[in-house]
T-cell receptor, first 113, second 112 residues
Framework: NAGVTQTPKFQVLKTGQSMTLQCAQD?????MSWYRQDPGMGLRLIHY???????DQGEVPNGYNVSRSTTEDFPLRLLSAAPSQTSVYFC????????????FGSGTRLTVV | DQQVKQNSPSLSVQEGRISILNCDYT??????FLWYKKYPAEGPTFLIS?????DKNEDGRFTVFLNKSAKHLSLHIVPSQPGDSAVYFC???????????FGTGTKLQVIP
C-alpha cells in the first residue's frame, strides 16, 4: 500500500498564480483532510471531507478550494497564491470511526514569492 | 481561538529519564484525544489515543493521562530514548473523528 501520496513535494509560485496540490489515498478511507503547518502555529485544518461529494471548511479555508469527486482523491486548489500561503501542506485520510486517527502524507512544501 | 494548546514549545530530557508533554484544551465537546509524533520532512504519525471515558491509556513506553475536569492531558514517555526526539502534537476530536484539531506542538530532544 502506498498510503497517502502527495504531489508535488516542493513548489515555488509567484504571487497571483494558481495551482493544485494533489492528494491520493489507496486505503479506501472515507475521511480526508488538508492541514497547513506553520512555525508556532501547529497544524491548522483547511478543509475536510467525510466522503465523495461532501466537503466542509476547517479553521483557515480562505484562499483555498477543494472538491472530492472520488473516494481516493482530494485535491487542494490555491486560487490566487499569496505570500501568506507559504507553508507546508499535509493531506491526511482516515477510516470512518477509526480511533487511530488520520494517516498523513509526507507533505508539500510551498513557497510563494 | 486555539482550542488545543501546548504551552511548551520545547523540552530537553536525558536518555533513560521520563519525558512529560502537556496539553490543554478549551472545547468541552472534545471526547477523543490523540498524540502524534513528527520527524523533520515527514508527515505526523499516530502514537497513542484516549477516549474521554478513560483517564489513562498505556502502550509500551507511552502513557497518556486525561484530566477532564481540568481539560488537561499529558503524554509520559518512560524511559526516553534518543529516537524519541521529534515534535509531538496533541490533537482532539468529537464524535466520529471527522474533524481533528491539533495543538502547536512540543519539540522533544532526548540527550544521550
Amino acid at each position: 500500500n502506498a498510503g497517502v501520496t502527495q504531489t508535488p513535494k516542493f513548489q515555488v509560485l509567484k504571487t497571483g498564480q494558481s495551482m493544485t496540490l494533489q492528494c491520493a489515498q489507496d486505503m479506501n478511507h472515507e475521511y480526508m483532510s488538508w492541514y497547513r503547518q506553520d512555525p508556532g502555529m501547529g497544524l491548522r485544518l483547511i478543509h475536510y471531507s467525510v466522503g465523495a461529494g461532501i466537503t466542509d471548511q476547517g479553521e483557515v479555508p480562505n484562499g483555498y478550494n477543494v472538491s472530492r469527486s472520488t473516494t481516493e482523491d482530494f485535491p487542494l486548489r490555491l486560487l490566487s497564491a499569496a505570500p501568506s500561503q507559504t507553508s507546508v501542506y499535509f493531506c491526511a485520510s482516515s477510516r470512518a470511526g477509526d480511533s487511530y486517527g488520520y494517516t498523513f502524507g509526507s507533505g508539500t512544501r510551498l513557497t510563494v514569492v | 481561538d486555539q482550542q488545543v494548546k501546548q504551552n511548551s514549545p520545547s523540552l530537553s530530557v536525558q536518555e533513560g529519564r521520563i519525558s512529560i508533554l502537556n496539553c490543554d484544551y478549551t472545547n468541552s465537546m472534545f471526547d477523543y484525544f490523540l498524540w502524534y509524533k513528527k520527524y523533520p520532512a515527514e508527515g505526523p504519525t499516530f502514537l497513542i489515543s484516549i477516549s474521554s471515558i478513560k483517564d489513562k491509556n498505556e502502550d509500551g513506553r507511552f502513557t497518556v493521562f486525561l484530566n477532564k475536569s481540568a481539560k488537561h492531558l499529558s503524554l509520559h514517555i518512560v524511559p526516553s530514548q534518543p529516537g524519541d526526539s521529534a515534535v509531538y502534537f496533541c490533537a482532539a476530536t468529537t464524535g466520529g473523528y471527522q474533524k481533528v484539531t491539533f495543538g502547536t506542538g512540543t519539540k522533544l530532544q532526548v540527550i544521550p
